[in-house]
């Protein structure tokens, strides 16, 4: 009896082990876009900013192989909006960037094969392309940035600057 309790304390406590804490934002990433003119702080609302592929042409999430959101769709931005009520402090939906524009990723997202069109739907800034790198992308769960913080080059979660130029 000594020997059966034994074993199946050592299976439960195998099984505690093996159980892997989760954080909210597990397998997802995101890219975000902090366009402003030069010298000023806020987001032009204008924009349309699109992941592209070398040929410039928008990147199809086919069946949600790079992002667990809008399949079959392009990947385009969008712009973080406040979701706090009234006389609260300020909260935007995602809460790591302010007026910025983000993309959720896939942690597996090939950052390194495409780049972002950054186009102005009011026609007064210049279409930019800038190429992605995977340093680009905000990774979230702490296990995620435990490895990265352990690794040399440029630094995870920090928005992809652009500055805006007048046509």
């Known amino acids: 009896m000594k020997k059966i309790f034994s074993l199946l304390l050592f299976i439960a406590a195998f099984f ?21 003119e030069d010298g000023k702080v806020v987001n ?43 006389g609260e402090k300020e909260r935007y939906f995602f809460p790591y960037a302010k007026d910025q524009y983000f993309l959720s990723v896939a942690n597996t997202f090939p950052a390194e094969n ?30 995620e940035n435990e490895r990265q913080s352990r690794m040399f080059g440029p630094r995870t979660n920090r928005p992809i600057e652009v500055i805006l130029e007048k046509k």
Request: overall charge negative; some cysteine; aromatic content about 12%.
């Open 16 to 36: 505690a082990e093996a159980q892997i804490q989760h954080c909210g934002y597990d397998f997802t990433s995101y890219l975000v876009v902090d366009a402003h």
């Open 44 to 86: 032009v609302s204008t924009l349309k900013i699109s992941v592209v592929n070398e040929n410039g042409s928008a990147v199809i999430n086919v069946n949600n192989s790079y992002s667990w959101n809008n399949s079959n769709q392009p990947m385009v931005f969008k712009q973080n909006y406040l979701i706090n009520k009234e």
């Open 114 to 143: 495409f780049s972002i069109k950054i186009e102005d739907t009011a026609g007064v800034y210049k279409t930019q392309t800038i190429p992605l790198q995977s340093f680009n992308m905000y990774v979230l769960c702490s296990s």
